[in-house]
């Protein structure tokens, strides 16, 4: 077998012992499908009047708003959780037999990513069928539908291997859980939950230009028709970039540890 | 000529100022067991995590399974099995389907990889609990599946670090039991422990690693040479005894570790020809020990004296 043969091997094989541990331990899944729904019935009712009211519309025009920046939310709490796993693998023994096998370096990570990822989709549609039901009313047809899953795919995709890299990087579980929380709150510096033109200058020099903003700007166009423009592909290379360079990170990481 | 399982030269590691391997020199021929011996921070597992290609060496040369570490890590990797001292099993997934990951990434097919799982659930005693998470079994299940997860792949060269620390008895049996029939089928061994019974049981050679340096060397019997050798210990009831005995013997001395000095040490190697002519002696002086011992030599006084608490002061 060729060694590209070899990887994609290993790595199927280690996707699935990711896939079957988080079945063993649904209760993290849980969590993290639960919060990102609270902090939506939390902004909808609660705070939901009075932002719809700013928006120049009500409470419905403010569910439209608010769900693409949850969505990202949702993924960023998810990789709190990659995280905590993959710092708590790394203080196992089995890591340690992996390294000693004639297996492809980064599978154990490959895992890792995609059982997450798999994870922050189920969460993501779970979020998506509560919010539907609570009067989210996007104009997408198909393609677009299809658009948007793919943006916050590439999106789940590169936050995961920003955790992983932090998980690895972290001394200990509980530091782990940590590191990732920034990710958690880029989403109230950017245009998640207000737009940004509402902000004092800095902060909305700052909510303008952090990756989060493009992306969620991109979903929100594809989803409910507003203007996207450059977002889309600011968003991609955002995504990409930060999938690389997390990438390389935690595979040397990996290696040297 | 055998071939060396292991061939190390001038082995170095350290770690910041702390030197943990200071040149050691390794030869292990293939299908032995070959058992390092050392105290607590030795660097035994550091030895051992070099040869498995866990952490690399600061200096020396290594060819490990006809392979050179440094260079050929892969193909060191390919004919190895390690089993460390912490249980390297998957807490949440079955006894079953850690066999099977391991037989996945060993590249073995679905069917190959059952009938070997099957196979060393059966052999390792492991077949009623084979669909209860690993994270249940007991420290002896969790060692032994351990052991089974290694032998997956047929290694050829098995690194056992301290595969029977905080056993019980019957399961630290049960392992010796399968390290004899892995030496039966030719594997080579290389052991490390901080049992001298454990060593003294399975080892064809061991080697004394204290301070980073390899102290001495050789079979259990030529180490046990390297001491004093044993002693008959006789207790009488009064010094008048004791005196009329060592008349009568005209050898040995007083045990000077006995306060009330009513011990007398007489060298001897403990066999039973010996020791029958001893106590025709003592007989017919008319002299009758209140107690009698025999000692031999056992790996323990050789750690005890090789490795003794002067080495702290290096």
Redesign the interface.
Known sequence: MSTLALALRDSSTMTRRQLKRLVRYPSMTVQLVVTPVVILLLFVYVFGGTLGKGLGGGRGAYIDYVVPGILLMAAATAATGTAVMVATDMTEGIIARFRTMRIARASVLTGHVVGSVVQQLIGMAVLIGVALAIGFRPDAGIVEWLGAAGMLTLFAVAVTWLAVALGMKSPTPEAASNAPMPLVFLPFLGSGFVPTDSMPTVLRWFAEYQPFTPIMETVRGLLLGTPIGHDAAIAVAWCVGLTAVSYLWAKRTYNKA | MTNLAIDAHGLRKSYGDKVVLDGIDLAVPEGTVFSLLGPNGAGKTTTVQIL???VPADGGTVRVAGHDLAREA??V??A???T?Q????????TGE?NLR?MA????LSRAEGRRRAAELLERFDLVDAARK?AGTYSGGMQRRL?LA??LV?DPRLIFLDEPTTGLDPRSRRSMWRIVRELVRDGVTIFLTTQYLEEADELADRIALLDGGRLIAEGTSEELKRLIPGGHVSLRFLDDDALKDALTALGRGFVDPSDEAGLTLQVPSDGGVAPLRELLARLDAAGVEPADLSVHTPDLDDVFLTLTGPKETSR
Do not use: C, F, N, Q
């Open positions: 498995s290609t866990l892969d193909e990797r390919g190895i099995g390690v460390g912490y249980s390297a099993v998957d807490k949440l997934l389907e990951l996945d990434l060993r590249h998470p351990d997860m290694t792949g």
